[in-house]
């Protein structure tokens, strides 16, 4: 074996799991931001409320200023402004867009689906050079706090054509996710099924039905399609403190929950000595499980095996890359890959030069802009590359 044999206990030791909750792109905890697009951006407060450790964002937009209109030049200007701040600190973004954030939705949403169409198009337009920011849509524009209730447009017909244009504005491979399970059993009966169409429940354990999420509770087969939604971001936010998280989290595959919807419920897990647990859970993580080094011909192979122990997916391209003597080796893959509580082995070939490796580093990165993806071993938490002599022995 290249860095000598190791015993079974010393493997053990090396692949251990670290009990530290790990931050990584577009998953975790996160809290919403309001705007009124009507009203300039205080960028100094947003400075002062952002929260390093969450590196997940919800913006929430109200449109309600523009109820008869499209959107002028102060409008477009301010949902730029808003954006480039969260850009700036990487941050990776929830949108809901929405006329009514108070509960008067039938009052403040526009007269005719035609207006929204036409702001869907205006936001589009905005966005486009945000485009990776975004992690998913929440809702279709419609229902009060963006939820899809009280409002007139809340009927199978009007869902329908607000699906399809806001695929037809966005495209068919983005992130959209819908309040209820129903409307999801709505659009894919009537459009098919569509694999990037997901679930946002802003009232888990608020009901028997999650306050409408589910039609006549939460162990029916509503939940079973929810729980088919493993290859999609579903989060949303807890109304009380349940025991049954940790198992319902699994079946969600939650990738995400919002930190300060219930104060309460949390702190309730918390006294319960579960919280910790929950947090280490949610979203996607990776542990290293086995390493090694195999040999076909005259090329050399990496083995990464790695078990994805939290409860959520990773949403991104992602890239593994190895470097040594001056060279650099990849294997480029889709981080839906690696699903919850299942194990993928990444092969990298190194050639057939593989001396000097054991100082080389190796390290997994969201492939567009090489945002670093933290293993969840212990000592590699905090790790951006990892050296060959930590996964070895000697």
């Known amino acids: 074996m290249l860095f000598g044999k190791k015993t079974e206990k010393q493997t053990r030791e090396k692949y251990r799991e670290s009990k530290r909750f790990i931050v990584n792109p577009g998953m975790g905890f996160y809290r919403p931001y309001l705007f009124r697009l009507e009203e300039d951006v205080d960028e100094n407060y947003l400075a002062s409320a952002i929260v390093k450790e969450e590196k997940l964002c919800l913006i929430e937009i109200d449109l309600s200023a523009y109820r008869d209109r499209d959107f002028n030049r102060e409008g477009i200007c301010h949902l730029e402004q808003i954006m480039d701040f969260f850009h700036e600190n990487k941050k990776d973004v929830m949108l809901r867009f929405a006329y009514d954030f108070e509960g008067y939705a039938m009052d403040k949403e526009p007269a005719s689906l035609k207006q929204i169409f036409s702001h869907m198009q205006q936001v589009k337009e905005t966005l486009a050079p945000y485009k990776k920011d975004i992690l998913l849509f929440q809702g279709l524009f419609i229902g009060s706090w963006g939820e899809m209730n009280l409002s007139r447009y809340a009927t199978d017909l009007s869902v329908l054509s607000l699906y399809d244009e806001f695929r037809t504005v966005f495209g068919k491979e983005v992130y959209l996710a819908l309040r209820k399970a129903s409307y999801i059993n709505l659009v894919e009966n009537s459009r098919g099924y569509d694999p990037y169409l997901t679930l946002f429940d802003d009232a888990i354990y608020g009901s028997d039905t999650d306050m409408g999420t589910f039609s006549s509770g939460r162990k029916n087969e509503e939940l079973d399609m929810v729980v088919g939604r493993y290859c999609c971001p579903v989060g949303g936010s807890l109304a009380y403190g349940d025991e049954s998280i940790l198992d319902d989290m699994d079946k969600y595959h939650l990738s995400y929950l919002n930190s300060q919807y219930d104060r309460n419920a949390l702190e309730d897990l918390d006294k319960k000595g579960l919280l910790a647990s929950l947090c280490i859970r949610l979203g996607y993580r990776f542990l290293i499980t086995n390493v090694r080094i195999s040999c076909n011909g005259k090329h050399n192979y990496l083995h990464l095996e790695i078990l ?56 997994l990165y969201r492939s567009y802009d090489k945002e670093p993806i933290y293993f969840a071993n212990r000592g590699l938490e905090r790790k951006k590359s990892i050296f060959f002599k930590e996964l070895f022995d000697e």
């Not at 080796?329 to 699903?339: A, K, L, Q, S």
């Open 308 to 363: 994805n122990i939290g409860s959520g997916i990773c949403p991104y391209p992602l890239t593994l890359e190895v470097l040594f003597n001056d060279k650099v080796f990849r294997n480029r893959f889709n981080g839906t890959d690696i699903m919850p509580t299942k194990a993928e082995e990444l092969v990298v070939d190194l050639g057939k030069d593989i001396s000097g490796l054991k100082d080389s580093e190796l390290l």
